[in-house]
């Protein structure tokens, strides 16, 4: 009864940005650390960003100082913010959030968004 709807992914052109949007909705009690992960053609699936609930942050190196992750709490909603995107950004970027049901911890992931980045 969890799930995670991404939005905002598209086609954008080298040094362009887009905002990646995840919106966590069900039977929640709490959201620990929400994420965003992506996984390139060809690629294994990575860790590009994460924020815990208090708002502590991490990020790929690949990514550091171009892309930043936050979230509204209240709306169950984590953002990733792209900026000077690079053709090697193209992924599809999927959200995962680690959360409490009435009696379980899940680690539940959106359906992806893919980001294509070329000119």
């Known amino acids: 009864q969890v799930q995670l709807v991404e939005s905002g992914g598209g086609l954008v052109q080298p040094g362009g940005s887009l905002r990646l949007s995840c919106a966590a909705s069900?039977?929640?009690?709490?959201?620990?650390?929400m994420s965003w992960y992506r996984q390139g053609p060809g690629k294994e699936r990575e860790l590009v960003a994460g924020?815990?609930?208090?708002?502590?942050?991490n990020y790929a190196d690949s990514v550091k100082g171009r892309f930043t992750i936050f979230r509204d709490n209240a709306k169950n909603t984590v953002f990733l913010q792209m900026n000077s995107l690079k053709p090697e950004d193209t992924a599809d970027y999927y959200c995962?959030?680690?959360?409490?049901?009435?009696?379980?911890?899940?680690?539940?992931w959106g359906q992806g968004t893919l980001v294509t980045v070329s000119s």
């Open positions: 995962n959030a680690d959360l409490w049901t009435p009696g379980q911890y899940l680690k539940v």
């Open positions: 069900g039977n929640i009690v709490s959201i620990d650390k």
């Open positions: 924020v815990t609930s208090g708002g502590r942050t």
